[in-house]
């Protein structure tokens, strides 16, 4: 009971730590950066921040310059709610911050590109400046930008409302722009005009905020006097000439509203409403998910009502593996079952909790996993805990330092279960002994594989039980190497090397005919007592990854025998891991069996490509070989993976705002389309317990509201317990459609 105590209090105590360091790091910063791509900072002091360092809200500091490449841009948020859109190809520079290190002016450099200021009126006095190649602007409240290309003689101010005082600093002539006007330094009579096509285009293409609101800024422009007049009613409006979120022009008014919600509350209305289908039954639903986001911290609440008939009716409340979820400990007698449940139900309400990114100095994340990779991923690949979201749901956690020379990484499957019943749980440590040449271990351990496989009183399958089969464990180590050789923006070539095998451990003896497996660790499964060879059971990879230009790319050569396979721990791995455990009793009984002795080889290819804000697509395809005594080499044999992802982004087509992804995952590819049966004599299909497939639609009705419809494959399982539900030969997993169509409601 003590050592249970403690390590509740240990789990108690992550959490808290978790949330603790989110509030301490929200500081106040002047200047934030809200959304950005293909973005980097050079520092005052001459040290440069990379996109992978940079998350939403990120401060920057005063004297950075903000550098976007081709097809990037970064949105700025200030402390007095002005916004600034910075375009592609563009150096931007703060200079000054009012109230930051004394600073008594907001002052801006544009070295070259574009960009868009919507800014916050203030008391009567000229508070920004933005200087470009031989100009100034002076600036009151007003929505304004500036290109600057001097190879092509533009260095040119416009404005979209409000007025600007614009001064050539080489003549010291000033203009006062106003709404719909421009000027160019360049030009040969310096004077204002009507803001050109070239401009306009421009404006519409690059300089629309795509997650920053000009209309709130301009809102609250009222009691400046910057307002324009409804000529019929007098009353103030806004009036935006610039550009929508979508880069459209609107060229409309509208008029000002009264209080709007606050941000912090807008991030805390989050609410689903729908139906989902889990198995041969249909629920309705009612999810809150509240937000939170300070810094590198951000996290989001999970609190569903899944119900049939009647929302009031608890009994008729959907409970994951039979657990009722809201009860936190009030169903349970025992003491320890008390505190279990109520850690369970108490977790199972986090979404996600993260602070940081991995390779940060230190990072953490709860909840959803759906990409999860360790290494290269010999051992652990796109492991994903939610593949049977939301019918199961598990809250994994991924924590881990990163310091210059050496760093950690610790994971598991599921926090809720940690204590009473843990199944994937291990890390990797590595360190950089010489240069930029990284060295890694890994041990990953599933202390459960046979969990899904029925109880000893099951009457509706005919597999054994895992304590028929003596309780197996996975013990996963390996060893990978990886050394950077060309690492720029148009071309990255990585090289590495890995090398894994898997230990099973049996907690008990085996029962009927498993009756000759020991409990213990097996070690003559790795290093044969009889055979000639060294090891058995092993695999090793080699081969490069990185991107050439747009596209990322991996190539490598896999090499693995007996029962060995990589990516073990994959997309699918929770929906078969008690095929791998039948598989692994099966060999401990029978290891000199010529159906182990077989080697297999296979070439994995992998590509990627995302166009700016439209789609992304990425494939990849081990290609399979084995060579066995018994058969000798047969091509397209073995244990294949594939893997393809589509995802469309939002406001890409016209008209109707339609988003989505599918992503399709499963090994056996080739078997299945060959009609060829699986190891263990099943038949297999397009959708069964080798595949992973999980998608969603998105309808975008208007800025609140999305329709959506979800879509994904599990095993099947009784609502009442969560045990595994089986086809009729009492083999076979049953597969069942998850589906739903909800409403989301956010602001």
Known sequence: METHNKLLLLLLFICALGFTMGLLYAEESPVLLIDFYNVDIRLSDGGE???????????VQVGSTIRTLEGGYAELELYDSTIIKIDEKTAFKIDEIMSAAAGDKNIFTLATGKFRAVVASVSGEDNYRFNGYSSVCGVRGTDLGMVVDSLNNVDACFVLDGAVDYTNTATGKVLQLTKDNMANTFDSVFEQKVISPEIRDTIKKGLGFRKLDPGKVKSKSKESGLLDKDKETGKDVVTDTGTTDTGEETGTGKETQGAEIPDWLKNLIGLEIGSVVIGDETYAKAILQPTIALGPFKTALYLPIIYQENIFDTDMWYKPKGNNEWSFGTDQEEVFDIAKDFVSDLVLKIKYLQWGEQRDKFWIKLGNMSDFTIGHGLIMRNYANDSEFPAIRRLGLNLGMDFEKAGFEFITNDLSEIVASPRIIGGRGFFRPFGSMAIGVSLIADLNPGADLPDEESEESNLPSAEDIGNPMFFNLGIDLDQPIIENDALRMILFADIAAMLPYFASDGRGIYEDITAGAHFEAIFPEEDDSFLRNYGAMAGMFGNILFIDYELDFRFFTGTFRPQFFDTGYDAKSSNYALETAQYIMDPENEKWDSTT???????????????????????????????????????????????????????????????????????????????????????????????????????????????????????????????????????????????????
């Open 49 to 59: 921040v990379f996109e992978d360092e940079l998350y939403e809200g990120y401060p």
């Open 601 to 747: 080889m296979g070439i994995y290819m992998q590509g990627g490509y995302t166009l700016d804000k439209i789609f992304s697509i990425e494939l990849g395809y081990m290609l399979p070989m084995t060579i066995s005594d018994l058969d000798g080499f047969e091509f397209l044999d073995g244990e294949d993976t594939f893997h393809a992802k589509l995802s469309l982004f939002s406001e890409v087509i016209p008209v109707v705002d339609i988003s989505g992804s599918i992503s399709y995952s499963r090994t056996y590819f080739y078997r299945m389309l060959a009609g060829k049966l699986s190891p263990t004599n099943k038949m297999l299909d397009w959708f069964d317990e080798y595949t992973s497939l999980n998608g969603e639609i998105v309808y975008a009705i208007n800025d609140y509201f999305d329709l959506a419809g979800i879509f994904s494959t599990a095993v099947a399982r009784d609502p009442e317990t969560g045990d595994v539900l089986y086809e009729d030969d009492g083999i076979t997993m049953k597969i069942v459609y998850s589906m739903g169509i909800e409403t989301r409601i956010h602001y």
